[in-house]
């Protein structure tokens, strides 16, 4: 999703019922001029238990894109995969129709950063590196990830970015803790990347998911230590750090209005899972 940056004092207590410590240490933060949650940002048990299950079919989907992806393919036979493996397990393929969107996944290859378009005229050829985004709805709850898939051997380059772009997603979620920001997710990307010559899209960004497609907090993937929103347990989210081997800026195909590509029209690449924040630190639900 775009990113929209949203400040304001989102913390109350509940009239009539005890402070609790959860209340206690938010309230301290947000004292503090930190940018808090709001209370329906903070998932109940039995709410992660059903993201979770759409997190088992989203990650299905996923699997199967991966025995299935290969050379001569045409992006127009993922999408239907997807459609087909979702429908067949009850659920809802999120991407189909939101907002306009055509189709039920999202197919990004190469220098497309994002929001691709599936196609009968978009063949997967040999060393071609692409993105298949792909958002599950099922019983009401939403569960997002997506996979990096390269078409047989490809250069050097290529392989390299996929790889640090998805060191970029697991030490982005490796210093998520209880009580850290998102503004630390972005730093510890934006380091990883930046040292391996890498840049990081700052146009797009992560996001709160699970009752809805898109939810807050908006999660970038660069920024300060201690900025951008607390992180508290309960709370769903995605982690999608877009990787560019060039330059971080994009622009949106004008004729679709959709495809995001990067300016210099140089590599790019993504890794993404929905996550759970718990008292111990996060928890994977989608793969």
Not at 15 to 21: D, M
Not at 30 to 44: E, H, M, Y
Not at 182 to 209: F, M, P, T
Not at 225 to 249: C, H, Q, S, Y
């Amino acid at each position: 999703m775009f990113f929209n940056k949203k400040t304001r004092r989102n913390w109350h207590l509940i009239k009539g019922e005890p402070i609790t410590e959860m209340d206690r240490k938010i309230l301290f933060f947000q004292d503090r001029g930190k940018l808090c949650p709001k209370r329906s940002l903070i998932k109940t048990p039995e709410q992660i238990e059903g993201i979770r299950r759409s997190g088992v079919v989203n990650t299905g989907v996923l699997d199967l894109v991966a025995q299935e992806i290969h050379e001569g393919m045409t992006t127009a036979e993922i999408d239907k995969l997807v459609y087909d493996y979702t429908l067949d397990h009850h659920a809802i393929p999120a991407c189909l129709g939101f907002e306009g969107f055509p189709k039920s996944v999202c197919t990004s290859i190469n220098e497309v950063v994002c929001h691709g378009i599936p196609s009968e005229k978009e063949v997967l050829k040999e060393g071609d590196i692409i993105n298949v985004d792909c958002t599950t709805i099922l019983d009401g709850y939403f569960a997002d990830a997506s996979r990096m898939f390269i078409i047989g051997e490809t250069t050097p380059e290529k392989a390299n970015l996929v790889k640090v772009a998805k060191e970029c997603l697991e030490i982005g979620a490796s210093v998520c803790t209880p009580y850290s920001f998102v503004g630390d997710i972005g730093y510890a990307i934006a380091k990883h990347a930046h040292k391996n010559g890498y840049s990081v899209v700052r146009d797009l960004c992560g996001h709160g998911v699970g009752l809805q497609f898109h939810e807050e907090p908006d999660v970038l993937h660069y920024g300060k230590k201690g900025t951008g929103m607390l992180l508290v347990p309960g709370m769903v989210f995605t982690i999608e750090p877009m990787i560019n081997a060039g330059d971080w800026r994009v622009f949106v195909d004008a004729d679709d209005g959709w495809t995001v590509v990067t300016e210099d029209y140089k590599p790019s690449a993504q890794w993404e899972h929905t996550f759970v924040m718990t008292e111990t630190g996060l928890e994977i639900l989608t793969y």
